[in-house]
């Protein structure tokens, strides 16, 4: 036989082959059949339809390499997988975006969807690590702290059946301080969420509950200032012109402070959505919103008061004069204001049951003790975080 047809009749024999193969992966998505991850012991990645398993190897249908056996003694896991998990690109038919844990997280928040029984998920911060366990198909229970061990968090989400791409949950967070200030602190955050897509891209709504037992005060500033309309020329002058002034409030602490209770009640929303993009990374976006009481002084009245005072004088000796303070009288004040947390980031699928990810955060809250003429300053902090996620 030429050499020429043996070299055709090899090569249509290899295009019906790969064209058998493409067409049993096909028909075995079209018919419905069970999609499945395959990770071996040296964590390679397949995913297709398993024809064929004698308890020493399995068949394997893959849409892009076709037909792999694999040896029983080779395989790390076998998952069962949704086709609804494939991204389809141009290139290539899909790439696995697993049903884990992970896509029930954002950074700080989650959204409504639900994590599967013993899908479990650990989450080490820079801060501090997580772990969160799933104890049914609906309710997940986890522990949060920071790497000193304190201050210790329970939280737990249930989330409610849908079979449409609207998603509902609630979930509740209770903490304490731990051994930071003897365990004096506890508090915690209520909340519902709902979200509207998928595992792979959905955006999500937060309204919420947060509260602590906050029963310390603060300064939050002077009850009374005052300005003279003759600066003293020695120490010894303004020493007595302030005890001259104090005289006139005799039943008043001029240089006391003004003690205001801290906040111990928030409103919290938050707004959290994540993307695809390529076939490993993701876009993720977190904010959350705290609208709590801030408390700060305003003047309650101005007035003139004339003082003579008597000050030693190194040159006169005893010198008496009279000068005139202009003397406002503070008051507490209590305004709402926001505290905003915002986390763009992205997250990186490197390989099944793991992933991590890039946070360039910022913290933007107002500082207590605002006055009337100063108004509220906001105090500003970058926050750029790493987090690594691991399954167990």
Request: hydrophobic share 35%; proline share 3%; charged share 20%.
């Amino acid at each position: 036989m030429p050499k020429s047809i043996v070299t055709t009749a090899l090569l249509i024999w290899m295009g019906l082959t790969a064209a058998a193969q493409t067409s049993t992966y096909d028909s075995c998505l079209a018919n419905g059949e069970q999609l499945y991850l395959v990770v071996k012991t040296n964590n390679v990645e397949y995913y297709g339809f398993i024809k064929k398993d004698d308890g020493r190897e399995i068949l394997l249908i893959t849409k892009n390499i076709g037909k792999i056996f694999i040896k029983k003694e080779e395989i790390k896991s076998m998952t069962a997988v949704s086709p609804e998990e494939l991204v389809k690109t141009e290139d290539q038919y899909g790439d696995l975006r697993t049903e884990g844990p992970f896509t029930t997280r954002y950074f700080f928040t989650t959204n409504a969807l639900a994590i599967k029984k013993k899908e479990n998920y650990a989450m080490l911060h820079l801060y501090g690590p997580e772990v969160h366990f799933a104890v049914t198909d609906n309710f997940s229970l986890g522990v949060m702290t920071l790497w000193g061990g304190s201050p210790i968090v329970l939280a737990g989400k249930y989330s409610f059946e849908s079979k449409t791409k609207n998603h509902f949950a609630l979930g509740s967070m209770v903490g304490n301080s731990g051994y930071i200030k003897n365990g004096k602190y506890f508090g915690g955050l209520h909340w519902a969420t709902f979200s509207r897509g998928n595992r792979i891209s959905n955006v999500s709504f937060s309204v919420g509950l947060a509260h602590i037992n906050n029963n310390d005060y603060k300064n939050v500033g002077s009850a009374y200032n005052w300005t003279w309309k003759y600066n003293p020329t020695y120490y010894t002058e303004e020493t007595s012109m302030q005890n001259a002034l104090a005289s006139h409030y005799p039943n008043k602490d001029i240089f006391g402070n003004l003690k205001a209770k801290k906040a111990s009640l928030a409103l919290v929303t938050g707004l959290a959505g994540i993307h695809p993009v390529g076939k490993k990374a993701s876009i993720i976006f977190d904010m959350m919103v705290l609208f709590h009481q801030v408390n700060g002084i305003e003047s309650l009245s101005t007035t003139d008061v004339d003082v003579t005072y008597t000050y030693y004088d190194y040159n006169q000796g005893n010198v008496t004069k009279t000068n005139t303070a202009t003397v406002s009288e503070n008051h507490i004040v209590t305004k709402t204001s926001a505290t905003f947390l915002i986390m763009p980031g992205m997250r990186f699928n490197n390989k099944y049951g793991s992933a991590f990810q890039v946070e360039l955060g910022m913290l933007s809250t107002p500082l207590s003790g605002f006055t009337e003429k100063n108004g509220m300053e906001r105090l500003i902090i970058p926050l750029p975080l790493v987090t690594w996620l691991r399954t167990f």
